[in-house]
């Protein structure tokens, strides 16, 4: 199987940074993606040359926009930050958002990073995953890649790891895996992935997504450093971690003390024997 380990939030804050930077060297962390609306983006710079793709990590819920209040007016709040997840959540229901606007802010931030990294800048994705959740966002990221031609975007194809007696499986989503996985879901998993067609048309994307439970990967990974080689599936597959050093610069963060355990673990014995013998690692640039 060939994996992609991936890393958000780059740019956020020192203790972000230094924690990619370290598994990168280490040669377990294989992709990140830059928040260029955070104070150290520019740091990206140091990963050009190593074998990790680098991507935008598009911002629409947290700090502030690229481009003035007036040019985005339905995505901003009268401060001209960004609106609150939630706050932007209740916009799109009422369909107050325009495509429009989150194409005008979504083409800034990638220009910034494009003027910044060049040809190094290979794939999107979005703080919050708001281009595998909304279709109003969908419309600005499939915009996006055909304006630019962008190599790859980081989609939502779920892929579950269960347990089985004393074995772990990764479980695609199909009527045959429901009674492992659970009909919510499934039903979850077969949305998404409708969701996600389109963009099969206009960007290179990875075959799925490895899920578990709660908000952190080191569960997920606990179970996959004990699987068999044999046992997991052909194809090319992701993991989104969100890795730092500790927690300074984190206190508004609910996966502040998450983070932290999955930089321990990324650089553990365990994990660099299990990605040195049953996975291939790859990332995004290679899709």
Request: hydrophobic content about 40%; proline content about 4%.
């Amino acid at each position: 199987m060939k994996l992609i380990i991936h890393a958000d939030d780059f740019g956020m804050t020192k203790s972000v940074n230094q924690a990619i930077f370290d598994l990168c060297d280490l040669g377990v962390m294989s992709s990140t993606s830059v928040m260029v609306n955070m104070p150290y983006f520019e740091e990206v710079t140091a990963l050009r040359g190593l074998p990790v793709s680098l991507g935008l990590h598009a911002a629409f819920t947290e700090g502030m926009p690229v481009l003035p209040k007036d040019k985005i007016p339905s995505i901003t709040d009268t401060n001209g930050a960004f609106l609150s997840f939630k706050e932007l959540h209740k916009k799109i229901k009422r369909n107050e958002v325009s495509a429009d606007d989150i194409f005008l802010e979504l083409e800034a931030q990638f220009l910034k990073l494009k003027k910044l990294l060049g040809e190094d800048l290979t794939f999107v994705d979005s703080h919050h995953g708001m281009q595998t959740k909304y279709k109003v966002f969908q419309v600005a990221f499939l915009k996006l890649g055909k304006t630019y031609n962008v190599h790859a975007i980081r989609t939502k194809k779920p892929i579950y790891i269960t347990s089985g007696g004393a074995k772990n499986y990764l479980v695609k989503p199909q009527l045959v895996s429901i009674p492992k996985i659970g009909l919510k879901k499934w039903a979850s998993a077969i949305y998404h992935s409708g969701l996600m067609k389109p963009y099969d048309d206009v960007f290179h994307t990875a075959d799925g997504m490895i899920l578990g439970k709660g908000n952190g990967i080191v569960g997920v990974l606990e179970k996959m450093v004990k699987m068999d080689k044999n046992d997991f599936p052909e194809g090319c597959y992701f993991i989104v971690s969100h890795p730092s050093v500790d927690e300074v610069g984190l206190e508004n963060s609910n996966l502040r003390k998450v983070r932290v355990e999955e930089y321990n673990f990324l650089r553990s014995e365990k994990f660099k024997e299990f990605v040195k013998t049953k996975v291939e690692l790859t990332n995004f640039s290679k899709l």
